[in-house]
């Protein structure tokens, strides 16, 4: 059965590699293992084993490959990388190989020739992945945005589209949605719509904001077909990055 390696550490749980695992997981290919050297930080001269950044970055990317599909093993191993990695692919047959590592300069193990000695030791693909480094309260994830262009004056039922749109939205359940007034703006009609001085324009551009993972999106998207009769719709991919650290309230 097919089965690949994946070598990665402080690069864990960036998107890169979790887009890879999912293509392979659609294509069947849903063995994995993962092996992280070991980060145990050095006190008064000594290794203090009882704390690992890389066991919670190991445990955390279990549990993420796995909610797509990804039958996953992982590992954590205490020698130098580049004779572990050495001493895995002696022991074990991967049909592929996909090293993860910090991009360019923030990389230790580029400059070591890990690549480069990977390849020497195995017949299959290998394919390197660069992750950017992200705080430890960082969660990044694929999404899709819904971007919305209608008129201020736009009405359903009497009730301004636009406000229509997020009752709609709130009821579906989706995380959130934002409206957001223009100052001027042009459309099918070609006709400019401005806030400036004496044009008291009453249809002023409005654009309203979702962002939710696809399938949800998908699903409210009928919705808006049936109450978008005159705008535009857009859909777009795109990578989420929150930051929150747990000192803030």
Same mark, same amino acid.
């Given at each position: 059965?097919?089965?690949?390696?994946?070598?990665?550490?402080?690069?864990?749980?960036?998107?890169?590699?979790?887009?890879?695992? +999912? !293509?392979?997981?659609?294509?069947?290919?849903?063995?994995?293992?993962?092996?992280?050297?070991?980060?145990? *930080?050095?006190?008064?001269?000594?290794?203090? @084993?009882?704390?690992? %950044?890389?066991?919670?970055?190991?445990?955390?990317?279990?549990?993420?490959?796995?909610?797509?599909?990804?039958?996953?093993?992982?590992?954590?191993?205490?020698?130098?990388?580049?004779?572990?990695?050495?001493?895995?692919? @002696?022991?074990? !047959?991967?049909?592929?190989?996909?090293?993860?590592?910090? %991009?360019?300069?923030?990389?230790?193990?580029? *400059? &070591?020739?890990?690549?480069?000695?990977?390849?020497?030791?195995?017949?299959? *693909?290998?394919?390197?992945?660069?992750?950017? @480094?992200? $705080? *430890?309260?960082?969660?990044?994830?694929? @999404?899709?945005?819904?971007?919305?262009?209608?008129?201020?004056?736009?009405?359903?039922?009497?009730?301004?589209?636009?406000?229509?749109?997020?009752?709609?939205?709130?009821?579906?359940?989706?995380?959130?949605?934002?409206?957001?007034?223009?100052?001027?703006?042009?459309?099918?009609? +070609?006709?400019?719509?401005?806030?400036? $001085?004496?044009?008291?324009?009453?249809?002023?551009?409005?654009?309203?904001?979702?962002?939710?993972?696809?399938?949800?999106?998908?699903?409210?998207?009928?919705?808006?077909? &049936?109450?978008?009769?005159?705008?535009?719709?857009?859909?777009?991919?795109?990578?989420?990055?929150?930051?929150?650290? %747990?000192? !803030?309230?």
């Amino acid at each position: 059965m097919s089965r690949y390696l994946i070598v990665a550490n402080r690069a864990l749980g960036g998107v890169p590699l979790l887009d890879e695992v +999912q !293509r392979r997981v659609n294509a069947g290919r849903r063995e994995c293992h993962i092996l992280v050297p070991a980060e145990r *930080p050095v006190v008064d001269g000594a290794v203090d @084993a009882s704390v690992d %950044p890389a066991e919670e970055r190991l445990d955390a990317e279990v549990e993420r490959l796995t909610a797509i599909g990804a039958v996953v093993t992982g590992e954590v191993v205490d020698g130098d990388v580049l004779v572990e990695v050495e001493s895995i692919l @002696a022991a074990e !047959r991967f049909d592929e190989v996909l090293v993860s590592t910090m %991009p360019g300069g923030l990389s230790n193990w580029l *400059p &070591r020739g890990l690549m480069e000695r990977v390849r020497e030791l195995v017949d299959v *693909p290998v394919l390197h992945l660069s992750s950017p @480094a992200g $705080l *430890p309260a960082r969660m990044t994830t694929r @999404a899709v945005r819904v971007t919305v262009y209608v008129g201020e004056s736009d009405r359903v039922d009497g009730r301004p589209l636009y406000t229509e749109i997020v009752h709609r939205a709130r009821a579906a359940d989706l995380a959130g949605a934002t409206v957001v007034r223009g100052l001027e703006g042009f459309g099918a009609s +070609q006709i400019v719509h401005t806030t400036r $001085l004496l044009t008291f324009s009453e249809d002023l551009p409005v654009v309203i904001t979702i962002v939710d993972p696809p399938d949800r999106i998908d699903a409210f998207l009928p919705e808006l077909d &049936r109450l978008v009769a005159g705008g535009l719709v857009v859909r777009e991919e795109l990578e989420v990055i929150k930051y929150a650290s %747990p000192d !803030r309230p």
